[in-house]
C-alpha cells in the first residue's frame, strides 16, 4: 500500500492562509516571491527578542501562533498581543533595523512566511498598497494592546481566558498544545488561579484539559464566557483591514 508523502508548507500556501499576504496584488507578489522563505516554527522557538535588531518580517499561517510578551524581571512576563494568520511579527511600523522592544515566541507550532527587512522597506518604498497596508495593520495592533490593557485591568480571570481561547481557537484549532503554567504566564496570573478556571470551564463542558493539551468543546459557551473585548477587537481587524487590505467599504 502507498504512503501519502506530506506536502511541506509552499510560497501559494502562505498567500492563501495569511490574511495580509492574501491582499497583496500580482506585482507586489512579484516585487517579494523571489526573497520569501516558508519555514516551520517549533512550539518556544523565539521570533523576536528583545534589544535585539529585527532582521526579518513573519507572517503566520496555518494553525501558527505567535505570542508578544513583556518581561517585568527575570521571573515575570505578561502577555500584551498575540499574533496568528491574520498578521506579521517583526517590522511593521519601524523603518529599517530597529532592536525589538518586545519578545515574541511561538506558541502553536506550525508554517509562516519570512521576507528579510531590506525586501518589506525596499517593497514599501515601491508599493502605496504595502505601505497603506501595514499602516492599517498597525493601528489594529495597537487598538489590539489597548484592548489588551483595559480587560485586564477591568474583567475577571474567566472571561479573560474564555477570551483568550476564543483567539487561539480561531488561529490554533480547537486542540491546542499548551500548559496551564504556560497560559497563566501569558494571563499574568498565578497557576493556582488558571487551574481553577480551567475545572471551571471544564465542569461546564467548554474545554478538556490534560498534561499540555487544552480542548475546545463549545466555542459558543466560551463566547458567553468572554467580555466584550474578543468581539471588540474582531470588527475592529474588518474595519481596518478586512479582505482587500483597505478596510470594509
Known amino acids: 500500500m502507498s504512503q501519502t508523502r506530506y506536502a511541506p508548507p509552499s510560497v501559494a500556501d502562505a498567500y492563501g492562509g495569511n490574511r495580509l499576504l492574501s491582499t497583496f496584488p500580482d506585482e507586489l507578489r512579484q516585487l517579494i516571491e523571489a526573497k520569501m522563505q516558508v519555514v516551520e516554527l517549533d512550539t518556544g522557538a523565539t521570533v523576536l527578542r528583545r534589544g535585539v535588531d529585527v532582521a526579518h518580517s513573519v507572517f503566520p499561517f496555518g494553525t501558527t501562533m505567535v505570542s508578544l510578551t513583556v518581561e517585568l524581571d527575570d521571573r515575570r512576563s505578561v502577555e500584551v ?10 517590522g511593521i511600523i519601524s523603518c529599517g533595523h530597529i532592536p525589538a522592544f518586545t519578545r515574541a515566541e511561538v506558541m502553536v507550532a506550525g508554517p509562516a512566511a519570512r521576507l528579510p527587512m531590506d525586501v518589506i522597506e525596499e517593497a514599501k518604498s515601491r508599493s502605496p498598497h504595502l505601505r497603506n497596508l501595514f499602516c492599517r495593520y498597525a493601528d489594529y495592533l495597537l487598538a489590539q494592546i489597548m484592548q489588551t490593557v483595559a480587560c485586564n485591568s477591568f474583567h475577571p480571570i474567566e ?5 483568550w481561547l476564543l483567539t487561539a481557537h480561531d488561529r490554533g ?9 504556560s497560559l497563566a504566564g501569558l494571563l499574568g496570573v498565578q497557576r493556582t488561579t488558571v487551574n481553577a478556571v480551567a475545572r471551571e470551564l471544564q465542569d461546564e463542558g467548554l474545554i478538556t484539559t490534560r498534561r499540555g493539551i487544552i480542548e475546545v468543546h463549545d466555542r459558543a459557551g466560551l463566547e458567553r464566557r468572554s467580555c ?21 467599504s
Not at 484549532?173 to 503554567?181: A, I, K, P, V, W
Not at 468581539?231 to 487590505?245: L, M, S
Open 81 to 90: 498581543t498575540s499574533i496568528g494568520s491574520e498578521g506579521a511579527v517583526g
Open 159 to 163: 472571561a479573560r481566558a474564555a477570551r
Open 173 to 181: 484549532g480547537s486542540r491546542l498544545e499548551l500548559t496551564q503554567e
Open 228 to 248: 466584550e473585548c474578543y468581539d471588540r477587537v474582531e470588527r475592529f481587524f474588518g474595519d481596518i483591514v478586512g479582505p482587500k487590505g483597505i478596510g470594509r
